[in-house]
């Protein structure tokens, strides 16, 4: 069992940056052994995958965020991080955080992430 809890979301105006962090308690896995992905969710879209890091330290991100934000991990504290500069107005949306305890590789479909946080809302005003 896996349990995410997201903070830092809120609101900025255009260009400006947010930290968010994703801590997960988990029992029965050692953090930084499996995938560890941010997705995020505009009200009336589908969820999209914003950033991934696989158990190898590997990273790799969606298109539309490449440059601007930083995905990174701290297993000593059993924490994901992404880091969001230049952030534009079609960032705003929901964030969450998954893992998909299955695999160290991560996939960019959303039906293959066994865990979930509940979300943090960042709005990015022009």
């Known amino acids: 069992q896996v349990q995410l809890v997201e903070s830092g979301g809120g609101s900025v105006q255009a260009g400006g940056s947010l930290s968010l962090s994703c801590t997960a308690a988990a029992s029965g896995y050692t953090y930084g052994s499996y995938c560890m992905a941010w997705f995020r969710q505009a009200p009336g879209t589908a969820r999209e995958g914003v950033a991934y890091a696989d158990s190898d330290g590997s990273t790799r991100y969606a298109d539309s965020v490449k440059g601007r934000f930083t995905i990174s991990k701290d297993n000593a504290k059993n924490t994901l991080y992404l880091q969001m500069n230049s952030l534009k107005p079609e960032d705003t949306a929901m964030y969450y955080c998954?893992?998909?305890?299955?695999?160290?590789?991560?996939?960019?479909?959303?039906?293959?992430?066994?865990?979930w946080g509940q979300g943090t809302q960042v709005t990015v005003s022009s």
């Open positions: 998954a893992a998909d305890t299955t695999a160290g590789s991560c996939s960019r479909s959303t039906k293959y992430y066994n865990y």
